[in-house]
């Protein structure tokens, strides 16, 4: 089967930060476990798979925060509201709970909104492929 990059791209684009996420290089499928608190079976399954095929799976790197901080940055010069472009840049600024005001901020502009998430995907599926590029997976 191998690996499917759509399916990848839409695995980071919902990741929950309360688990940790591998890949089966063979199968294509993508395995996760509670970090907060595995349940013993769940943690003993995937144990076991993986002990079984170390080179089968990849545990999946999350993308720092930083680097979600350069795609807002990068993201708001393709804008072309100015009062948008100026609120977000603003946001970007101040700290806080940026990505969140990001969203918000895009919320009810579907235009923008689209963008956003095209240009997001776009962001992900380049470092997903550096990841498997430097793990010596095919795509």
């Known amino acids: 089967m191998g690996v499917n990059l759509a399916k990848l791209i839409s695995a980071y684009m ?3 930060p309360g688990r940790a996420y591998f890949l089966d290089v063979v199968s294509g499928e993508i395995l996760s476990i509670s970090i907060s608190s595995p349940s013993s079976k769940e943690l003993q399954e995937l144990s ?3 002990q ?3 080179k089968r799976y990849l545990k999946l790197p999350r993308r720092s925060s930083a680097d979600n901080y350069k795609d807002m940055e990068e993201f708001i010069p393709t804008l072309t509201d100015q009062k ?3 609120r977000l840049s603003d946001a970007l ?3 806080g709970t940026i990505s969140k005001f990001f969203r918000d901020s895009l919320a009810g502009r579907n235009f923008e909104s689209e963008n956003w998430i095209k240009f ?3 962001k992900i ?3 997903i492929i550096s990841v498997l590029k430097g793990s010596g997976v095919k795509i």
């Open 93 to 95: 600024r101040s700290g």
């Open 48 to 50: 076991v798979k993986i």
């Open 14 to 16: 919902n990741m929950d």
């Open 84 to 86: 948008l472009k100026q």
């Open 52 to 54: 079984a095929d170390k």
């Open 125 to 127: 599926k380049d470092f």
């Open 120 to 122: 997001k995907r776009k």
